[in-house]
């Protein structure tokens, strides 16, 4: 045998008695209608890496799963105020920041909020704002606030979200209260005002409210703001409006579970992400508030003028914070309201 042949023989003898490496993979959890598959299958393209993708409805849902234990989630999707839970409940992975580059395209003023206040657990994903969305060719009349929307001329016409913090959210504002001082006189007081509210709705819907909207099954609807805009892009006789009496913005993080197998890969994935033309495609299908600076310079003048994704300056505008038990009291509240209607 010539030494070429030898040499290759032995490369093939090397490489047959290496153990076989497990395919890399990554379990994502997070929201639905949030992270486009084409985001997805990019980052396999790029690095090999395979996701799995779960996705959850609520805040709630997500954090009932990582406290219960036992479940293998690699990347998470929680919103600002369940991401402060998580930290106080030791759920998360500090990030290592030398592992995502990337996070130089954020907007400075969309990281280190209050609830990460060194930006050591979270990386902002997107950002939105909670607001009433009407059908102009059905509702002629302006609907400025919660008590414009919630009237009887608008029973069996109306989706909103389903989601409790929300509702009692908007109950609040509508009594003039603060919204994230949650105790029993602020429910009291909320309580009758929202048991008429729930009996005006005919979808409750927090996975895509603009599709009853779409069909023309229903004329109103409070939703997220990318699905407003997304509205807004398909008809502008669907109009967003931030209520007068003030609105919930929210941001939602990326985050590692302080039980994930593969913080290395969440880490590739995150940082994947936060590529300007990969964050653009995420505006592209799911047109929220985008954090990502150097994305927004690459979207057009169109979408940067979408009032849903960009609203004016000038709304009241107000974050949820972490209210401990008390969003249980809520939950039960809701939950007793809605099967009593
Ligand atoms: N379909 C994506 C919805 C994302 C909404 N996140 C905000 C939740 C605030 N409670």
């Keep these: 045998m010539n030494l070429r042949a030898c040499f290759s023989l ?3 003898v090397l490489v047959l008695s290496q153990p076989a490496r497990a395919a890399e993979e990554l379990n994502l959890f997070g929201w639905s209608e949030y992270v486009p598959q084409a985001v997805l299958d990019g980052f396999t393209k790029a690095t090999g890496i395979k996701v799995n993708f779960e996705t959850y409805s609520s805040n709630e849902e997500l954090l009932a799963k990582l406290v ?8 998470v999707q929680p919103s600002d105020y369940t991401a402060e839970v998580m930290i106080r409940q030791k759920l998360l992975a500090p990030l290592d920041a030398a592992k995502l580059p990337n996070l130089k395209n954020l907007d400075a003023a969309m990281r280190r909020q209050p609830h990460d206040p060194e930006g050591r657990f979270t990386v902002p994903y997107m950002s939105g704002t909670v607001g009433i969305v009407v059908n102009t ?3 002629k009349t302006p609907v400025t606030g919660y008590r414009d929307f919630f009237q009887p001329r608008f029973k069996e016409r109306i989706v909103v979200l389903n989601d409790s913090r929300e509702l009692v959210t908007w109950a609040l504002y509508s009594q003039g209260a603060p919204i ?3 105790n029993a006189a602020n429910l009291a007081k909320v309580k009758p005002v929202l048991a008429e509210w729930v009996k005006l709705v005919k979808v409750f819907d927090s996975d895509s409210p603009k599709t009853a909207l779409l069909n023309g099954d229903v004329d109103l609807g409070i939703v997220w703001s990318g699905e407003a805009a997304i509205l807004w892009n398909t008809d502008q006789k669907f109009r967003y409006t931030i209520p007068a009496e003030g609105a919930h ?10 039980s994930a197998k593969h913080k290395e890969a969440a880490h590739q994935l995150i940082n994947y992400i936060l590529r300007p033309e990969v964050s653009k495609l995420i505006s592209d299908a799911f047109p929220y508030t985008n954090p990502n600076a150097e994305a927004r310079k690459l979207l057009s003048a169109e979408a940067l003028a979408n009032p849903a994704s960009y609203p004016p300056a000038g709304a009241k505008l107000e974050t949820f914070r972490d209210i401990g038990r008390a969003a249980a009291d809520i939950d039960r509240l809701v939950t007793d309201l809605k099967s009593a209607r």
């Design 68 to 75: 219960a234990g036992g479940s293998n989630y690699d990347l």
């Design 137 to 139: 060719e059905k509702v």
């Design 180 to 182: 994230n001082t949650i």
């Design 10 to 12: 032995s490369l093939f």
């Design 249 to 258: 913005q929210f941001i939602d993080v990326l985050a590692i579970p302080a």
